[in-house]
């Protein structure tokens, strides 16, 4: 059984840091594409940044620069290191995998976890 489960949310000023973390298990050794995926409140689900089985990262163009995404293959554990956070950025933060090619649309995301909340105060 695939799983994903988030951590790491919370409550921090505009200008702080969060690091989001994403523990998955049951994929194997499959060609997975890894997502983090942001929903505004009253908004829709967004994808924020991807990186693939080769570890190459991709990111939208509104945390380019300040969020980056990796993973530790030895600790089945996906992370999103977010830094000078705006307001903006507040919302549920969703890990997300997929196995296939990576891509932007979080219709098309076969897996998911449970989210976590990120709120930014200015």
């Known amino acids: 059984v695939k799983h994903l489960v988030e951590s790491g949310g919370g409550s921090v000023q505009a200008g702080g840091s969060l690091t989001l973390t994403c523990e998955f298990s049951?994929?194997?050794?499959?060609?997975?594409?890894w997502y983090w995926v942001h929903q505004a409140p009253g908004k829709g689900r967004d994808t924020i940044a991807h990186?693939?089985?080769?570890?190459?990262?991709s990111y939208f163009s509104s945390v380019k620069g300040r969020f980056t995404i990796s993973k530790d293959n030895a600790k089945n554990t996906l992370y999103l290191h977010m830094n000078n956070l705006i307001p903006k950025d507040t919302g549920m933060y969703y890990c997300?995998?997929?196995?296939?090619?990576?891509?932007?649309?979080?219709?098309?995301?076969?897996?998911w976890g449970q989210g976590t909340q990120v709120t930014v105060s200015s």
């Open positions: 997300a995998a997929d196995l296939d090619d990576c891509g932007w649309y979080p219709e098309n995301f076969g897996y």
């Open positions: 049951g994929f194997g050794d499959s060609r997975v594409c």
């Open positions: 990186i693939s089985m080769s570890d190459i990262p």
